[in-house]
């Protein structure tokens, strides 16, 4: 099985940034890094995250800033794109994104964040947490007032959404922009690139509950200071809906890349605490026995870990959804033919959750469970 081929579609647009004197001077001596260039949101189509509403989240995705200076420096950023809205860029013609600025570290020290429309301005808001607005800035903040330093880090969590009409069309396409991250104090600007592809509708798949597992609230009594501790499994009903009998399968990607606390590809991230500590992992499982299909006897899974080329011995077992491996279902036994032609599935996934030992975190302030994941599915 394979993704459709792709026609790249571009938005073109004009940044302008404005040198002060001051960024002449420090212009050799500073420099502003990204965790990655490019944001990806992969696939999506009718069969992601689908849902009633006119419009559709394709995402989140995080990465890292770093701006570095030799001598205390004024750090105000600006982010230039295209407005869509008052809190959102324009992602192509039907599209819009948001960039979202927090866990900021000033010269080894925490410090809050600012939004202003121009440098040298007192923040209209501040917050550990802030959405930048088009045409308007970011500065770090200590006691309500701007501050200036000669190291700057933080998180910049880029989340994307979809007109629903996006997802009708008749050909792959890729959806493609740009934004700019300017550090105008220092003459140094780094670019950020979207992307999002779409193919031609076929299925629909949807979660129980919106996708939403709630854990419910613990307090650190409840966990174990020296050993992982598993929470309660918690269900939720997978339904697959096709406009007619199709051979597809599903894998899953994790929004919280890389906040697992083990390396597996059965295993997603529950996020970071505020000291950047791993919190946990979970886990989606699929048990065939409490799945059903069209006018199916019974129900089989089978996976390929060689992207649909071979196929398991079909069976019963439960098995996990996974981020390289196809999961398919079948109504034959012991078969290696790979998946049956199914128009409605309906099957039960368990949600196994668990968090690291409670001292390799900080407890001093709340902690959220932050697990985000996207189940793709996979078809001719």
Avoid at 32 to 40: G, I, K, M, Y
Avoid at 236 to 265: I, K, Y
Avoid at 320 to 341: C, M, V
Wanted: aromatic share 6%.
């Amino acid at each position: 099985m394979k993704q459709r081929p792709h026609l790249l579609l571009t938005l073109a647009m004009l940044m302008l940034s404005a040198l002060t004197p001051q960024a002449w001077a420090f212009a050799d001596e500073c420099q502003l890094t990204l965790s990655q260039p490019v944001v990806d949101y992969g696939l999506t189509n009718r069969a992601i995250r689908a849902d009633a509403s006119a419009e559709r989240t394709l995402g989140e995705r995080r990465l890292s800033l770093n701006l570095s200076c030799t001598q205390p420096t004024d750090m105000t950023l600006f982010y230039r794109a295209m407005a869509a809205t008052a809190e959102r860029f324009r992602f192509a013609e039907r599209g819009s994104y948001a960039v979202r600025m927090g866990d900021a570290v000033l010269d080894g020290q925490p410090v809050s964040l600012g939004l202003i429309s121009a440098v040298g301005q007192v923040p209209d808001e501040t917050a550990s947490s802030l959405l930048w607005r088009p045409r308007q800035a970011i500065v770090p903040v200590r006691g309500g007032v701007a501050v200036q330093g000669q190291n700057l880090s933080a998180q910049l969590e880029l989340s994307a959404w979809a007109q629903e009409k996006a997802l009708q069309v008749r050909d792959a396409v890729v959806w493609e922009t740009t934004g700019l991250l300017d550090a105008v104090a220092t003459g140094r600007s780094r670019e950020i690139t979207l992307r999002a592809s779409f193919a031609p509708a076929a299925c629909n798949v949807e979660l129980s509950n919106g996708g939403l597992v709630d854990f419910g609230r613990l307090s650190k009594n409840d966990l174990n200071p020296d050993k992982s501790t598993r929470l309660p499994p918690r269900d939720l009903t997978l339904r697959v809906g096709c406009d007619a009998p199709t051979q597809f399968a599903l894998v899953m990607h994790d929004n919280r890349s890389g906040s697992a606390t083990a390396d597996s590809e059965i295993y997603y991230g529950l996020g970071l605490d505020h000291r950047s500590n791993k919190i946990g992992l979970y886990s989606l499982n699929v048990n065939p026995a409490n799945a059903s299909a069209d006018s199916f006897a019974r129900v089989y899974r089978t996976d390929s870990t060689t992207l649909g080329v071979a196929w398991s011995t079909s069976s019963s077992n439960p098995i996990p959804i996974a981020q390289k491996s196809y999961l398919g279902f079948t109504d034959s036994a012991a078969s290696t033919a790979g998946p049956a032609s199914i128009q409605n599935l309906t099957t039960t996934v368990t949600v196994d959750a668990v968090i690291a030992p409670t001292v390799s975190l900080d407890l001093s302030t709340a902690v959220h469970l932050d697990g985000s994941g996207t189940i793709e599915i996979l078809y001719p």
